[in-house]
């Protein structure tokens, strides 16, 4: 921690300016939840070479809108991917722990990572699209298939 101030007088800010120092090569956010969790970070990721902040899949929509957290599961016509249009973003004042809040506030905390202007900065829904279970195919009813022997992954 930066000793100038008391430690009562130590931000967020400091403290993780502090653990990124001044040449580190990644920083890895799983813990963003709310756009204010990623602002916090914005001063920090000026030296770091890369940043890349944990989403989830529950934020992309389906072309009428629905998603994976929502009442109706969502019919996506391709496979799901970062550039899929998402739920609208919360308010600083939403509680991202709440069954309510917590897709929007996911989607709140990307738009700031990603309007932070570094090109060093990535996000990434989770699962990761090369996992197993991304790589199934989906039958109309939207439950998973394996894909058919020969078939393009």
Same mark, same amino acid.
């Given at each position: 921690?930066?000793?100038?101030? #008391?430690?009562?007088?130590?931000?967020?800010?400091?403290?993780? %300016?502090?653990?990124?120092?001044?040449?580190?090569?990644?920083?890895?956010?799983?813990?963003? +939840?709310?756009?204010?969790?990623?602002?916090?970070?914005?001063?920090?990721?000026?030296?770091?070479?890369?940043?890349?902040?944990?989403?989830?899949?529950?934020?992309?929509?389906?072309?009428?809108?629905?998603?994976?957290?929502?009442?109706?599961?969502?019919?996506?016509?391709?496979?799901?991917? %970062?550039?899929?249009?998402? &739920?609208?973003?919360?308010?600083?004042? &939403?509680?991202?722990?709440?069954? %309510?809040? +917590? &897709?929007?506030?996911? &989607?709140?905390?990307?738009?700031? #990572?990603?309007?932070?202007?570094?090109?060093?900065?990535? %996000?990434?829904?989770?699962?990761?699209?090369?996992?197993? @279970?991304?790589?199934? @195919?989906?039958?109309?009813?939207?439950?998973?298939? @394996?894909?058919?022997?020969?078939?393009?992954?």
């Amino acid at each position: 921690m930066p000793t100038a101030k #008391a430690d009562s007088q130590v931000t967020v800010v400091d403290a993780i %300016e502090s653990l990124v120092g001044d040449d580190s090569t990644l920083l890895v956010d799983l813990l963003a +939840y709310r756009a204010a969790d990623v602002r916090a970070l914005l001063p920090g990721m000026g030296s770091v070479g890369s940043a890349v902040i944990i989403s989830t899949r529950a934020v992309s929509v389906d072309p009428d809108g629905r998603h994976i957290n929502g009442d109706d599961p969502p019919r996506f016509p391709t496979p799901m991917n %970062e550039g899929m249009p998402t &739920v609208p973003p919360a308010a600083d004042d &939403v509680d991202p722990l709440s069954c %309510e809040g +917590y &897709v929007p506030s996911k &989607v709140a905390a990307e738009r700031v #990572a990603l309007d932070s202007g570094p090109a060093s900065c990535e %996000e990434h829904r989770c699962p990761p699209r090369q996992s197993r @279970r991304s790589r199934q @195919r989906r039958n109309p009813t939207g439950r998973h298939q @394996r894909p058919r022997a020969g078939a393009a992954p």
